[in-house]
């Protein structure tokens, strides 16, 4: 299964994470990499990997962004990953032992959150579909992020995904604030009806930055894992504080 397999990654100044990534990477014969202008050192640690095909693209939209990437896959399947994505052992193996003739047309994925490279017990991280036939998926627009619509049946696999984002905190900062800004605007023009229930949540603005501390600290059992469970616990909830303020920001300006 894993000759059939194209690895897909986005990239912009990536450098504390993506050496990492692809380590984990290096079964695959080609890697697609569309890179929006980095302006670190993102580059030269991707050109010294020989198998992979940098693409640069003037950053839009995550959507759009995807899609281009999917314009340069040749092979039949597509394996979707952020830069800060590191394939465990046990799941490149999985993978491996995949039956060409499956019924799936997509795999979903679950992840295991790490903070310093120290891996949390639970996340608010979702299953995500990042293993798909490539003429049966496309991306479409989901707030500020996007989300992959697959034709056909999908599957899940048992291993786990490593989320490991090295990147600063300033860095992190920048780049949430400029997703709730998108996500704000999604949760004020969506009817409530078309919402799932965690987003009709967190129109509410005041109540949801609480849920999400108690439910990363405690239902996920964050305390346990020391102060890396309190900097998620921290940095989830500094996420939705910033989205209630873009939210109350709207409001008042509207």
Known sequence: M???ITPLILTYNESPNIDRTLKQLTWAKRIVVIDSYSTDSTLEILKSYPQIEIFQREFDTHTNQWNYGLEQVTSEWVLSLDADYQLTDELIEEIKMLSLKTQFDSYFVRFRYCVFGQPLRGTILP?????????KGVYIDDGHTQLLKVQGN???????????DRKSLSRWLWAQDRYMIIEAKKLQE???????????????????PLIILFYCLIFKGGILDGWAGFYYAFQRTLAEILLSIRLIERKTNS
């Not at 299953?127 to 003429?135: D, I, N, T």
């Not at 078309?194 to 009709?200: K, P």
């Open 2 to 4: 894993l000759e059939k």
């Open 127 to 135: 299953p995500r579909e990042v293993l798909f036939k490539r003429e």
């Open 154 to 164: 999908s599957g899940m696999l048992s291993s786990y995904i490593n989320h490991d």
């Open 190 to 208: 969506t009817p409530a009806s078309e919402l799932s229930l965690s987003d009709r949540i967190r129109q509410k603005i005041i109540f949801s």
